[in-house]
């Protein structure tokens, strides 16, 4: 008669042969760790460089993307990079109290009032001191979480606790579309964030899946231009709004659009500490682009950043004074825009002399870069001359780019208009 045979278990092989086998969960635990066990290297990635000038700078952020994007493996990535205790709180499965804190009844609360007791991770944080706090799925959570959420954003305070300055927090939210049962960002809330797009880099998932990851670390701060990049911030800002005081505060018409960056006096003081932060740590433009956007909107920030570049440019007058040593902007754009200060500045004081400097300037910009930029300026320093002022040689030099750039300009109007209206 055959012998029914039993499962075996994993302590089997152990108590009959008395020699310790590790069981198949360890074994699948020794897996696990394996794969888990990964590397970092230095890599450009200009979000992720973003993102940590953020949080060095002391903002709430909030990345946006598409679900398993790879923003909560972002921010462990982050925080263990920093030597920062993570603290993941998902805001959609608390309710208003656990931000706003619960009220507890002491002895005499007539006397000493109801105090509101904090969640035992806001506790957690404030005993550590330091740390990174992540509010995982903002846009799932309810309107009325959302407004518990204005106070802990803004003035860090949980209930009668205060989250100690090594606290930092970090946000990530699905766009409605694609969250679950998800809402769209209330306009207080929003506006008390950077906000930045969260996207995937095809090269950095492959090597990251391969085991090895950007390595995340906080920007180096020059300590001799920490004075000099306040200066230079509150100058950039400043001379924008004074210029364009509409843009001081915009609050959109649209409600998805309120969910997301717009300019006000608190975002304005945002893109202000980052300008600050970016300039003594020497961030990429790329980098200082995506977070100003992020801080009070795209048409803002892109206005905000040419502003910037025009800071720096060279006095017209300082070059109508010596033009042969004039230093050009490499950038066309910027390069246009010295000409066009240049002609301007001699329409507003014509002179012989600086008439003629100013050709030398075309001149030299003739020789150094894109004769295209020199045709518009050219052309009205031309118109300029009085009868008796002689051609200097420098005309003559750009006498055949102008005429060049007429002749092309003929040409295509000729052909559009053979070609007649289109169809």
Known sequence: MPTSVLPESPFTATALSGTAHPSRLDVAADLLALLQDTATEPRIDTQLEALTLAVAADLPVLLWGEPGIGKTAALKQLAAALDLPLTTVIASVHEPSDFSGLPVVGDDPAVQGIPMAPPDWAVRLVQAGRGLLFLDELST?????????????????????????????????????????????SAPLANRFVHLQWLHDHEVVVRGLGGTWPHASLPRLDPDRLSEAVTFARRAVCGLLAARPALVHQLPSNEARRGGPWPSPRSWEMALCLIAFATAANTSRDALSILVRGAVGDGPGLELLASMDRMDLPDPEALLADPAAADLPERGDLRQAVLDGVVRAVRKRPDKTRWDAAWVLLARALETGAPDLVVVPATTLAALR???WDVPASMEKLAGVVSLSRKADKAAARVAAAAGPSR
């Open 141 to 185: 959570a309810p309107p009325a979480v959302q407004a518990a959420l204005l106070r802990l954003v803004l003035e860090r305070r949980v209930g009668a606790l205060r989250l100690p300055p090594g606290v930092r927090i970090v946000a990530a939210a699905n766009p409605r579309s694609s969250a679950a049962d998800g809402w769209e960002l």
């Open 386 to 388: 009085r009868p008796d």
